[in-house]
C-alpha cells in the first residue's frame, strides 16, 4: 500500500489565509479559488455560508471555488439527490499517480493550512492565543 499526501485548500498562493478550526474542533478546508461555477455562497457551516466567514476572515478573493475533494454533502446549502463523493486529479497531476503506480487500497492524506477562530459579535476572527 501506497500513502499519499494531499496538500488541500487554502495556502499563501490560492486564498491566502488559513481555513477555520471551530471553536468546537471543526475544522473546514476552505476549497480553492478558481472560475469553477461552485461559489463560497453555495456552502455552509452551521448554517453560514463559507462567504460570510471568508468576509468576517477578511477574505480578499473572487466568490467561485474549486471542491476538491468533494466529501461532504452536509456542507452544500442546496443538497443533491444524486451526490456522490468524489476526489479527482486532471492533468499532470491524474499522470503522476498513474505513472507512480497508484491504485485501489492505497491511502490519501490531506492536509492544510488551518488556525483557530472564535465567534465574536457574530463574526469570525482568528485567535491570537489558544
Not at 463560497?40 to 480578499?60: F, M, N, V
Not at 443533491?80 to 492524506?109: R, T
Request: net charge positive; glycine share 8%; hydrophobic share 30%.
Amino acid at each position: 500500500m501506497k500513502v499519499i499526501l494531499s496538500r488541500k485548500g487554502f495556502d499563501s498562493a490560492n486564498g491566502k489565509i488559513s481555513s477555520p478550526i471551530f471553536e468546537d474542533g471543526t475544522m473546514i478546508s476552505f476549497p480553492i479559488p478558481s472560475n469553477d461555477t461552485d461559489t463560497y455562497d453555495s456552502l455552509e457551516y452551521c448554517g453560514t455560508t463559507y462567504s460570510k466567514i471568508l468576509s468576517d476572515l477578511r477574505y480578499k478573493g473572487g466568490a467561485r471555488c474549486h471542491i476538491d475533494p468533494d466529501l461532504d454533502d452536509a456542507r452544500r446549502v442546496r443538497k443533491f439527490p444524486e451526490w456522490i463523493p468524489a476526489f479527482g486529479q486532471i492533468s499532470s497531476s491524474a499522470s503522476y499517480l498513474k505513472n507512480i503506480g497508484i491504485k485501489e487500497g492505497d491511502m490519501f492524506l490531506f492536509f492544510g493550512n488551518f488556525h483557530k477562530v472564535k465567534l465574536v459579535s457574530g463574526s469570525y476572527t482568528y485567535c491570537r492565543r489558544t
